[in-house]
T-cell receptor, first 115, second 113 residues
Framework: AQSVTQLDSQVPVFEEAPVELRCNYSSSVSVYLFWYVQYPNQGLQLLLKYLSGSTLVKGINGFEAEFNKSQTSFHLRKPSVHISDTAEYFCAVSDQDSSASKIIFGSGTRLSIRP | GAVVSQHPSRVICKSGTSVKIECRSLDFQATTMFWYRQFPKKSLMLMATSNEGSKATYEQGVEKDKFLINHASLTLSTLTVTSAHPEDSSFYIC?????????FGQGTRLTVV
């Protein structure tokens, strides 16, 4: 079974400052890793994903994440945030052996941007 | 990317009634879909795996008689909340996989009064 831990439930950041949202996972098998964003009262939007290959993954809206197998981490970063980045961010994992993409989510991190 | 449509986006029902939520894959076929529940300010909890043509697989602690899932075709899965109570009020989201990637519906906010 897989699990995902997002240590920070809330992260306040000033506009144009850099941000890192932390994510650690646990699994006995190889996994795929994802970051999703959820704006208030909306569904989920995929920011980026790691399936294989380069450990540095670039996504939409200027976000990137780095897969670190030895530390079982997949932290999300953005060099300069905007007010529009205010949202809930979820790290997620799925089993590579599962073709059906059953995804397990972390508890989420609320990113709030201060002007 | 692939599109998953969920309907309705918002529903209010009286306590004791049943509510059906639809999840459709619009431009691809999905033999497997997933249903999640999200409590306010919480994460998404996987409720069940919906399998086309067979019974759904429920996660531990989810009442299968309370949350009926039907996956009668390759593009449609339905979740029926039976005899709804205020504690069933939540945000329900479905997903379907295409090309190894999961695509999510817009979610359904259920309020039971």
């Amino acid at each position: 079974a897989q699990s995902v831990t997002q240590l920070d439930s809330q992260v306040p950041v000033f506009e144009e400052a850099p941000v890192e949202l932390r994510c650690n996972y646990s699994s006995s098998v190889s996994v795929y890793l994802f970051w999703y964003v959820q704006y208030p009262n909306q569904g989920l939007q995929l920011l980026l994903k790691y399936l294989s290959g380069s450990t540095l993954v670039k996504g939409i809206n200027g976000f990137e994440a780095e897969f670190n197998k030895s530390q079982t981490s997949f932290h999300l970063r953005k060099p300069s945030v905007h007010i529009s980045d205010t949202a809930e961010y979820f790290c997620a994992v799925s089993d590579q052996d599962s073709s059906a993409s059953k995804i397990i989510f972390g508890s989420g991190t609320r990113l709030s941007i201060r002007p | 990317g692939a599109v998953v449509s969920q309907h309705p986006s918002r529903v209010i029902c009286k306590s004791g009634t049943s509510v059906k939520i639809e999840c459709r894959s619009l431009d691809f076929q999905a033999t497997t879909m997933f249903w999640y529940r999200q409590f306010p300010k919480k994460s998404l909890m996987l409720m069940a795996t919906s399998n086309e043509g067979s019974k759904a697989t429920y996660e531990q602690g989810v009442e299968k008689d309370k949350f009926l899932i039907n996956h009668a075709s390759l593009t449609l899965s339905t979740l029926t909340v039976t005899s709804a109570h205020p504690e069933d009020s939540s945000f329900y989201i479905c997903s379907a996989a295409s090309g190894g990637e999961a695509f999510f519906g817009q979610g359904t906010r259920l309020t039971v009064v």
